[in-house]
């Protein structure tokens, strides 16, 4: 078993084989890619391209539009190809507004002119449009995959990696974590030591594996590989990092975050903080426990990060995607209502150790991580 990424080999990124993997062969689907853009009528002509800061708008025009153009489409037995751009909505998970623009210029509905019309959506952007496009997926029936912060790291490896061996080992996991009764998460910081209790109550793992088959509307997440659940309590003290220079002490109650705590660097994103948990309780509820299940190179972008075996992810807000109930309408801001994953890992969080990682289940307590590597336990699950 490969656990060191750099002694891993990836083949070469193949468009036809991703999508044939994650998708299945066409029947003749209209496809479609969706780009984020911070003025949306920068995709005529393609005048985006011109900007060095869109450089995962690039991927997604490189990659993906000029992949399916130049004979991708055909081969797969897919039509369209077509590209929209939407204006960026500030914010991971946030709804999408609904006006769009075509290449040449003319404005469009995604509700009305893209979303009842294609059978694949593909979202090349810079926010992460999971939790929106799950919901529209579910209401007009098609299926499609998110794919924000592309890069080169991820291109290479990420996305050229067998999505169906993907699927068997977080398969693995995931029967080995279900049904688990809590996660004990131990973080040391500053010279303090904390725990987080997440309580998942016996609840069925879910796993993202990056294949979305024909027969059910279902968004991908891209790169893929991770089990995870939908908390319905908590307990306890985690870090947060704010930016490089300020971290956070989160305190949980009753399945919220209900303040922070400066342990250094500005105030300011403290009382920020404060002020919106105050003012949008909502914001500081617990969504998401996720779990790494593959081997790849960090890539600095979480989509790929969190995704790595020995990594964590807590996020709050938004749940809706996973099969939770926090909806936008429950937000007192719509802005408000994004998903926002706070990854742990040892290039994302150095400042951070997290020696152990528990899972309580069946009356048993179990480690599952040491050190952000996979304890005895996973790698047993792996082997199996």
């Given amino acids: 078993m490969i656990l060191n990424p750099s002694e891993r ?7 036809e084989r991703l999508m044939t993997t994650s998708f ?5 689907e209209k496809l479609c890619i969706l780009i984020d853009l911070p003025n949306p009528q920068d995709i005529l002509d393609f005048k985006f391209l011109t900007d060095e800061t869109l450089s995962i708008q690039n991927y997604g025009y490189e990659v993906f539009y000029k992949g399916f153009k130049n004979g991708a489409l055909k081969a797969l037995n897919y039509t369209g190809g077509d590209i929209f ?27 009305r002119d893209v979303y009842p019309h294609y059978g694949i959506i593909l979202v090349v952007s810079t926010f992460s449009a999971t939790a929106p496009l ?20 991820i291109v290479d490896t990420g996305l050229a990696v067998d999505y169906a061996e993907v699927s068997r080992s977080a398969e693995k996991l995931r029967k080995g974590l279900t049904r688990a009764d809590a996660f004990e998460l131990d973080f040391e910081v500053e010279g303090q030591k904390t725990t987080l209790t997440l309580y998942v109550n016996q609840q069925e793992a879910q796993k993202s594996h990056g294949l979305c088959p024909r027969g059910k509307p279902d968004v991908a997440n891209l790169p893929a590989g991770e089990v995870y659940f939908v908390p319905q309590g908590g307990e306890g003290q985690f870090p947060f990092k ?38 949008d309780p909502v914001t500081g509820a617990l969504g998401e ?13 979480d989509i790929q990060d969190e995704k790595i075996l020995g990594t964590l992810h807590v996020a709050t807000g938004r749940d809706d995607h996973l099969g939770g109930h926090l909806t936008p309408d429950l937000f007192k ?22 020696p152990e990682v528990r899972m309580i289940k069946e009356g048993q307590s179990v480690v599952i991580l040491r050190n952000y590597q996979p304890a005895e336990f996973l790698l047993n699950l792996l082997k199996a």
């Fill in 9 to 15: 080999t990836f083949p070469p990124f193949n468009l």
């Fill in 242 to 279: 704010y930016s490089e220079n300020t971290l956070g002490l989160l305190t949980v109650k009753d399945g919220k975050v209900v303040k922070s705590r400066l342990l250094y660097g500005d105030y300011a994103h403290i009382q920020a903080h404060n002020e919106k948990l105050a003012d």
């Fill in 333 to 354: 801001d719509p802005k408000n209502a994004s998903h926002d994953d706070v990854l742990y890992a040892p290039h994302k969080t150095p400042e951070v150790r997290m």
């Fill in 289 to 301: 426990l996720g779990f790494g299940t593959q081997v790849l190179p960090f890539s600095g972008r």
């Fill in 134 to 153: 799950t919901a529209m997926a579910k209401k007009y029936g098609f299926r499609g995959a998110t794919l924000h912060g592309l890069n080169q790291i």
């Fill in 85 to 111: 751009a939407y204006k960026e909505t500030g914010g991971s998970n946030l709804d999408l507004s609904d006006e769009c623009w075509t290449p040449e210029g003319v404005e469009l509905s995604l509700e």
């Fill in 24 to 28: 299945g062969h066409g029947e003749g």
